[in-house]
């Protein structure tokens, strides 16, 4: 055994927060710790674990602890603030077991890399003299804005109309997270991302998928103040770089993605002819929006493939029958294939981060639809700053217009500003592709953070 531990750079423990788009960053990332020498063993809870789909990887170890609903998670819980004081109370227990564990059977962890939003696992780690290494799955630029409410130097209620913060572009009062700019909504949520700071002093590095250049102003801003490594995009080797070989997905799903169907019916449609519409995995449209939606598409006469989870289907209005010459609804789809498809002409998109960087890679044009949380401030970002799509601007009732997502889809598909989007779509996509290739600057800062992990476990040992 002791022979086999010395095989490797160092043992880091991945912990996400149990969610799909967390998980999937981390993940990637945890793969190219592999590439350099690092054992990685994956922590998710017991009730994410049973739900996976696909779990596709061989080299990455697996473990669970408990976040106190084994059975159902956060779906069995009373609500997500109940949720958040249970996963709280438990996780930390629970991962101490595991630690104790693994060191026992004479595989003890050198490090734990976690999701910011979880900062009691770097208290578990420091309590057994671990490294510890903080991993934001969210852009710089919001968790600037949450840290900026974290240190009371963005007071709230919100109360003027505009906001200066150090790294950022000047921002609307509306540009902000929903949890300011809807004060007191969500507040579990809104719990959770302020207190991603609560100790990240102690943390002898923060990760963050994201790479320089696309938040360059935030990015050195939180150099001066944190131990920050941009080591991102994290999406799978084969769509940037291509240096890890066969690696086609993130590797888990909690889904099940009807890939065969969608492709097949992509397959038959005209280059760039087609609207991929989807919210990911977590919020949803209210009735009436997704009526307003429903008709949208279908106005604007495109093509399209809308991902409408079972939960959701209800909301879809009666009369919307008959989409088989225009449309394709499925419950979930194999995302980066039809990013990456030849007959795409647009992602309509709900803004999550995973969502934007996948966009950014892939050299797709967006039209911006933000539901909540950080999302809105991506669509800020999306359309003034990085100039790779449009907004579908909400009316004073916060629904966006059948007539706007008509318009915005004109916009992209036939209109010269869409050249424009797309030469823009263009130039991140090669951007971020170099950031990753060997040499790039995420890809030295993965380098050094290993070097770094390397040094720092041989001199505790």
């Known amino acids: 055994m002791e022979k086999e531990r010395k095989s490797y750079v160092a043992?880091?423990?991945?912990?996400?927060?149990?969610?799909?788009?967390?998980?999937?960053?981390?993940?990637?990332?945890?793969?190219?710790?592999?590439?350099?020498?690092?054992?990685?063993?994956?922590?998710?809870?017991v009730s994410n674990w049973k739900t996976m789909n696909n779990k596709n990887f061989t080299s990455i170890e697996v473990e669970s602890i408990s976040d106190?609903?084994?059975?159902?998670?956060?779906?069995?819980?009373?609500?997500l603030e109940v949720y958040k004081d249970t996963f709280w109370r438990v996780g930390p227990q629970t991962l101490t077991e595991l630690v104790h564990s693994l060191a026992a059977s004479g595989n003890p962890a050198n490090c734990v890399i976690y999701d910011a939003f979880l900062p009691w696992a770097l208290d578990v780690a420091k309590k057994f003299g671990l490294l510890?290494?903080?991993?934001?799955?969210?852009?710089?630029?919001?968790?600037?804005?949450?840290?900026?409410?974290?240190?009371?130097?963005?007071?709230?209620?919100?109360?003027?109309?505009?906001?200066?913060?150090?790294g950022l572009?000047?921002?609307?009062?509306?540009?902000?997270?929903?949890?300011?700019?809807?004060?007191?909504?969500?507040?579990?949520?809104?719990?959770?991302?302020?207190?991603?700071?609560?100790?990240?002093?102690?943390?002898d590095w923060v990760l963050a998928n994201t790479f320089d250049e696309l938040?360059?102003?935030?990015?050195?801003?939180?150099l001066k103040i944190w131990p920050l490594k941009t080591i991102g995009?994290?999406?799978?080797?084969?769509?940037?770089?291509?240096?890890?070989?066969?690696?086609?997905?993130?590797?888990?799903?909690?889904?099940?993605?009807?890939?065969?169907?969608?492709?097949?019916?992509?397959?038959?449609?005209?280059?760039?002819?087609?609207?991929?519409?989807?919210?990911?995995?977590?919020?949803?449209?209210?009735e009436e929006q997704t009526e307003e939606l429903a008709w949208g598409l279908r106005d604007s006469g495109s093509y399209f493939i809308w991902v409408v989870r079972d939960s959701e289907k209800g909301k879809l209005p009666k009369e919307f029958v008959d989409t088989s010459e225009k449309g394709l609804i499925l419950t979930?789809?194999?995302?980066?294939?039809?990013?990456?498809?030849?007959?795409?002409?647009?992602?309509?998109?709900?803004?999550?981060?995973?969502?934007?960087?996948?966009?950014?890679?892939?050299?797709?044009?967006?039209?911006?639809?933000?539901?909540?949380?950080?999302?809105?401030?991506?669509?800020?970002?999306?359309?003034?700053?990085?100039?790779?799509?449009?907004?579908?601007?909400?009316?004073?009732?916060?629904?966006?217009?059948?007539q706007t997502i008509k318009?915005?889809?004109?916009?992209?598909?036939?209109?010269?500003?869409?050249?424009?989007?797309?030469?823009?779509g263009i130039k991140w996509k090669n951007l971020a592709k170099n950031y990753v290739d060997e040499g790039g600057n995420s890809d030295k800062n993965i380098a050094e953070f290993v070097a770094a992990l390397a040094h720092r476990c041989t001199a505790l040992n």
């Open 11 to 45: 043992h880091c423990l991945v912990l996400p927060y149990p969610a799909q788009g967390h998980i999937n960053p981390m993940l990637q990332f945890s793969k190219r710790l592999v590439q350099r020498g690092v054992k990685v063993t994956l922590v998710t809870v």
């Open 68 to 79: 106190g609903y084994d059975d159902g998670g956060l779906a069995a819980a009373e609500s």
């Open 132 to 166: 510890g290494a903080a991993f934001f799955t969210q852009s710089c630029s919001t968790n600037n804005i949450y840290r900026h409410v974290y240190k009371k130097l963005l007071e709230l209620p919100l109360s003027q109309t505009e906001y200066f913060i150090p």
């Open 169 to 203: 572009p000047k921002l609307a009062a509306g540009d902000l997270p929903s949890f300011l700019n809807k004060y007191g909504s969500y507040p579990g949520y809104f719990d959770i991302v302020v207190n991603q700071f609560a100790n990240i002093d102690k943390a």
């Open 215 to 222: 938040e360059q102003g935030v990015v050195d801003w939180l």
């Open 233 to 286: 995009p994290c999406l799978p080797s084969m769509f940037l770089d291509k240096r890890l070989q066969g690696d086609k997905d993130y590797g888990v799903s909690m889904y099940n993605p009807n890939s065969e169907a969608c492709i097949k019916w992509l397959d038959d449609k005209p280059k760039k002819s087609v609207v991929y519409v989807s919210f990911g995995s977590m919020a949803g449209l209210s």
């Open 332 to 402: 979930w789809c194999p995302q980066l294939l039809v990013l990456t498809h030849e007959a795409l002409g647009c992602f309509l998109t709900h803004c999550g981060w995973n969502s934007t960087l996948e966009a950014v890679c892939l050299g797709v044009p967006l039209i911006a639809m933000p539901l909540w949380t950080d999302q809105i401030t991506n669509a800020k970002l999306i359309e003034d700053e990085w100039k790779i799509g449009v907004k579908a601007v909400a009316d004073e009732k916060d629904i966006v217009r059948r």
């Open 407 to 424: 318009q915005c889809i004109r916009e992209i598909l036939e209109n010269g500003k869409g050249n424009e989007i797309k030469n823009n």
